[in-house]
């Protein structure tokens, strides 16, 4: 079976996000209002939302995961993260996915949240 070539073997496939969609900005402003109880940085910033996938029709599926799976808010955390995408004007609805496939790891942060928890 041949694989595309920026897909290494064994390696997961994170799909891309809908970036090129009118919506996508203000869906992760959206997400960027969602933070782990835990670390005082939202979820957008800490790499935790994997993918933002907006439909022609204005429907918002998130594919998330989280900074370990025994975290405590792991079943509160995609409603969360839905209720805050849903009040997005023009959005019709959002599903939230959660992985753990590729795990989190600390590379996965933004610069400015290595920043503001002193990795930088």
């Known amino acids: ?14 799909r891309p996000s809908t970036t090129d969609h009118p919506l996508y900005d ?24 994997y993918t933002i996938e907006i439909s022609p029709a204005n429907e918002v599926q998130i594919l998330m995961t989280l900074t370990a799976p025994g975290c405590p808010v792991a079943g509160e955390m995609p409603g969360w993260v839905k209720d805050a995408v849903e009040l997005v004007p023009g959005v019709q609805q959002a599903e939230v996915g959660m992985t753990f496939d590729p795990p989190w790891g600390m590379d996965m942060m933004s610069d400015e949240a290595r920043l503001e928890l002193g990795f930088m």
Not at 26 to 49: K, Y
């Open 26 to 49: 203000q869906v992760v402003d959206a997400c960027r209002t969602v933070f782990d109880p835990e670390i005082p940085v939202n979820i957008f910033d800490l790499g935790l939302v």
């Open 1 to 14: 079976m041949n694989q595309p070539q920026d897909q290494m073997e064994g390696a997961p496939l994170i």
